[in-house]
């Protein structure tokens, strides 16, 4: 694999975008960054430009308005990429599934490549599915 | 200079949630902001008449995450006052240690965010590695980090036993001791008070018209917290509210500094008053009436008004969130800063979108 390549894996850079969600998870996530858990030590960082990153974490449910923000965000990351959805949900609408602004789930809207079930997900679970998602990402780029 | 409007989030670094302002700016300084909100509601209140009244405690905890127990405390009082239910002492001691224990870490993590906005990275760490211990506390004694789910109707689903209250009590001593040694960087260093003092200013007058909530009213000087309605175990519990003369953002993040302080004291005191057994009441009946119940919570003042008609589901819950009533101070703050202390003063509100919004 080209170098390129190689770096995109052991050191993706990660993007979060809270698309309706109750805060719950947007600090689980957050809380991912900072010393207890600390996922910098795995080469990962967080961006705040799409343009920048690799991998794409959403938390939250997707209403009418937040959906056109969320594929704006996903078509403007680089290729090859991977979206995360966390929490109940990302995954499916969760408890809010039945709410009258809810469309549901994440994959209502873009294609999500790893779901982190939990109300809200542990932040062990979201590094998992980083990782996890690693994986898949370097099936891609090895194919391509 | 002709006047340029420059979007400021939905999706912005410093912003851990969405929200849009549209920032009309003249060179450097801005002159008018305009909020756009929306990006995060729900409808959740709506899901009272798909859910019976003890489910919906489980949606009105999913409002906002970082302040979920005391949404469903304010929720459960409201249904416990229009059933005529006596809350067991025990309860309601719990029930304020848990609430407390939850705005301590809501303050830890603002204070981080907020040292985060003026680019002070290692304090922002310094502190999440605080609140790491507090969400210890929650998972070891609840079962969960964020959304502690203690509230039912009638009490508290969980108790503490000898072992957990020492070792609460242990572990306060020892995040009182951090937390202590942060305190000079965090109201004296001289980086710290030149990004927050006499930035944003709020006068006193101004925060009582347009009706501020919370640490922004306190930081005001008006000294008004809900805790002195003396809900749950307040009314035995020795407080003070907290309040700050400057109206600044350096005195609203004092005002939080202390309330952290203070809630270490309230848990003690709230661990020292638990007597009796009982958890909860036996519950009769179904809710009827109409309420309106009031709490403090870290953003500042919380109403619900709770409508019911004697069947399983109610007719309607309104909630108030106080990022809501801040919303119209923070609008009237900005004109006049420059663009570089922007995100400063906003998360200096501490905006909790998914609560505005619901
Ligand atoms: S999954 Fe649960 S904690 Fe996460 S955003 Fe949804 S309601 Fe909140």
Known sequence: MSFLKTSQIKSPWLMHFDCGSCNGCDIETLACLTPVYDVERFGIINVGNPRHADVLVV?????????????NIYSQMPDPKLVIAVGACGCSGGVFREAPNVLGGVDKVIPVDVYVPGCPAKPEAIMDAVVTGLGKLKGILEAS | MARTVIPFGPQHPVLPEPIHLSLVVEDEKVVEALPTLGYVHRGLELLACKRDYNQMIQIVERVCGICSMIHSLCYCQGIEEMMGLEVPRRARMLRTVWSELHRMHSHLLWLGLFADSFGFEALFMQLWK??????????ATTGNRVIVSVNVVGGVRADLDEGQIRWIKDTLVEVEADLKKLQSTI???STVCRRTKGIGVLTKQAAYELGAAGPMLRGSGVAQDMRQLKYAGFDEIAFEPISEPDGDCWARSTVRWRETLQSIDLVRQALDRLDGTDLTVKVKGKPEGEVITRVEQPRGECLYYIKGNGDKFLERVRIRTPTFANIPPLAAILPGLDFADVPVVVLSIDPCISCTER
């Open chain 2, 130 to 139: 605080i609140r790491e211990r507090i969400m210890d506390l929650n998972e």
């Open chain 2, 187 to 189: 109201m004296n260093d």
């Open chain 1, 59 to 71: 938390t939250g449910t997707v209403n009418p308005r937040n959906a056109e923000i969320l594929k």
